[in-house]
């Protein structure tokens, strides 16, 4: 386990036992408060369990205060709190600030146990990281090693039972496989050989060899670690905005109340006792409590459905804005699409090679890429023959294709702008068009510059794409596709899912300059993709998106990931986020008006607002922010 995993524990951990030492303190000062008050002949008895419902209710929030001005400089609210039941109870009002203490103590004990319950679902990925694997040795044994010193390459043994300790390829046997760590998805997967298979995942009933491809440092169960990491402790702007004010308001609160407490005694002959109380009062009602709650335990409680949903979100930051998108940019292969194209038709010029031989080099060359459509070839060409001819060298030219050189031949495999200088037969380039005006990828394959063939490829189209895009569409939210993919096939593509435009032949700096542009016309613009080439584009995005299955480029530069590769997802994110735009603003007005109504009525002699019902409305009011934060736990 990595260092920040164990520090993610630790702090699981931690928090798991201040959650119930809170609980525990709150029951105390609840404990304390009632001995106090049964007590029939008030006196020093009394007092002291007053005192010590004191102690054990405040020592967290004091604690919290001290850290905090020590740490930041600044002060907050559980100053003001403090404040005001130690000056309740210098002029006797020994209850009155016990009812503060006691209400204020249970809080914050819920104001814990609502992060705790919200971050429960990520803490418990760590949880699920395997330590040690069985790694096979060259002559058949078995060997107990830790998870970071496996190098790809190297063949695991994972027993029935067991969760899969690195990210792999199935090499024998079949199972199936409970993937809902990763990608929250209940059902599990069945595996066969060929397969890919996830660190954390739990087999079934089979036993897997498995064949390492990453390091765990590299595997997606520690991108997803670490985006948890960033989920934890980043802070959205409505919150930071919050913060920032706490400590003026809390200054201009105490400068208020000093004021309060000197003026009237001095310029108006006021009792000075109850000008005092007045000001504990105004310094109980005046604190910002409620305000301060209503954003974290909302975007924390989103976060954690997100992620129990499939969604990894880098901080809160996404999820707070994603509903204000009002403009997304989607590739096509592997997010419109499947990824998964497959070898349709194929068309040979009269210079040609034979075709077995032609698909003996295509699958030599193309097995070197991880693109799809290189994949599909080498499938394609393998239910041809199971030869492949050794390759000198591949030059990958992006955007393009790929040159190799086999001997003395130089071949030339990737779209039309590649092989453009080729003199093409006039049946090719109308196979061509009518190739991608139904919605194929057509690749040309060209040997020293001499035509060869055509192989065409159709990739279908996602069962939600059509859906994804006509709910964004109702929202006004406009969508382009943004692809390297000829006029035609971006088209058809296009016309099939209902986008609102479509931009063809892109590079990823022409998708970058794309980009800029949705942001200059519509403002906060939305990147999806799953390829090296889309995460210039998904940088550039205010918001980018990563399908889980895309590349591990994409998935670190994404600030969103889809862990099942599903749009429906984005769906559901866009739904999380307007839902918390509504609850915040809920919380905050709601805070607000409950502390200017408070405020009002403390100055308000006909009303005599008292301590007691000051603590009531205030963190009453806390709690409720607390608990309709808690609602964006509920999909």
């Not at 604190?287 to 975007?299: D, E, G, Q, R, Y």
């Not at 495999?413 to 919605?439: D, F, P, Q, V, Y």
Request: proline share 4%.
């Amino acid at each position: 386990m990595t260092a920040t995993s164990v520090s993610s524990l630790y702090r699981s951990i931690n928090s798991s036992i201040t959650i119930k030492n809170r609980e525990l303190f709150a029951a105390l000062t609840g404990g304390f408060f009632l001995a106090a008050g049964l007590i029939t002949d008030p006196g020093t008895l009394s007092v002291l369990f007053y005192v010590l419902s004191y102690i054990t209710g405040g020592y967290y929030k004091t604690k919290e205060g001290l850290l905090d001005m020590i740490h930041n400089r600044s002060l907050n609210v559980e100053i003001l709190m403090l404040l005001a039941a130690v000056g309740a109870a210098s002029i006797g009002f020994w209850s009155e600030g016990a009812i503060l203490i006691f209400i204020f103590a249970m809080s914050g004990a819920l104001e814990t146990y609502t992060i705790q319950k919200s971050e429960k679902d990520l803490s418990n990925l760590v949880k699920l990281a395997p330590m040690e694997a069985e790694r096979i040795t060259v002559d058949g044994n078995t060997v107990t090693v830790s998870v970071e010193s496996l190098r790809p390459g190297d063949t695991i043994l994972v027993k029935n039972g067991e969760r899969i300790p690195a990210d792999g390829k199935v090499m024998t046997g079949n199972s199936a496989i409970d993937e809902s760590a990763i990608t929250g998805e209940p059902v599990p997967v069945e595996k066969q050989q060929g397969d890919a298979v996830y660190t954390g995942t739990m087999n079934g009933t089979g036993s897997l060899t498995v064949e390492v491809t990453k390091e765990n440092k590299d595997s997606l169960f520690q991108k997803m670690i670490q985006l948890v990491e960033e989920a934890r402790l980043s802070r959205p702007p409505s919150q930071q905005l919050i913060e920032r004010i706490e400590g003026p308001y809390v200054i201009t609160v105490l400068i208020a109340v000093t004021l309060m407490m000197a003026v009237p005694p001095l310029a108006f002959n006021s009792p000075v006792q109850e000008t005092f109380y007045r000001a504990m009062v105004l310094l109980v009602v005046a604190s910002p409590c409620a305000v301060v709650a209503s954003v974290m335990p909302a975007l924390l409680s989103a976060v954690s459905t997100g992620a129990r949903h499939g969604i990894l979100s880098k901080g809160g930051i996404p999820i707070e804005q994603l509903g204000r998108m009002k403009a997304i940019a989607v590739d096509k292969t592997g997010t419109l699409t499947k990824g998964e194209p497959a070898v349709t038709d194929t068309f040979l010029e009269k210079e040609a090679e034979n075709n077995i031989h032609l698909f003996e080099v295509l699958a030599g060359v193309e097995a070197q890429s991880s693109h799809p459509l290189a994949e599909a070839v080498v499938r394609y060409a393998a239910s041809l023959s199971p030869n492949r001819v050794i390759v000198d060298s591949v030059t990958d030219h992006t955007g393009h294709g790929v040159e190799a050189i086999i001997g003395t031949e130089r071949w030339l495999i990737g779209n039309e702008a590649l092989t453009a200088h080729g003199s093409w037969s006039e049946e090719a380039r109308a196979t061509h068009l009518a190739w991608t005006k139904s919605g194929h990828t057509v690749i040309f394959v060209m040997k020293d510059d001499i035509p060869q063939a055509l192989i065409a490829l159709k990739d279908e189209i996602r069962p939600e794409a059509v859906q994804f895009i006509q709910e964004l569409k109702r929202h006004n939210v406009h969508t382009v596709m943004i692809t390297g993919d000829n006029e035609q096939t971006a088209r058809a593509i296009a016309e099939e899912t209902g986008l609102d435009a479509w931009i063809s032949k892109c590079l990823p700096a022409k998708k970058v300059e794309e980009i800029d542009k949705l942001r200059e016309e519509y403002g906060m613009v939305v990147m999806v993709g799953d390829g090296v080439n889309d995460a210039p584009a998904m940088a550039k995005a205010d918001i980018g998106i990563a399908m889980g299955s895309g590349t591990d480029v994409a998935i670190d530069t994404a600030d969103l990931v889809l862990m099942k590769s599903e749009l429906s997802k984005i769906r559901l994110a866009f739904r999380l986020s307007k839902r918390l735009k509504r609850i915040v603003t809920q919380n905050l007005i709601f805070s607000v008006a409950v502390i200017l109504m408070l405020i009002t009525a403390n100055f308000l002699p006909q009303l005599h607002l008292t301590l007691p019902l000051g603590v009531i409305g205030h963190e009453g009011s806390t709690i409720l922010v607390i608990l309709n934060g808690l609602r964006m736990l509920k999909a």
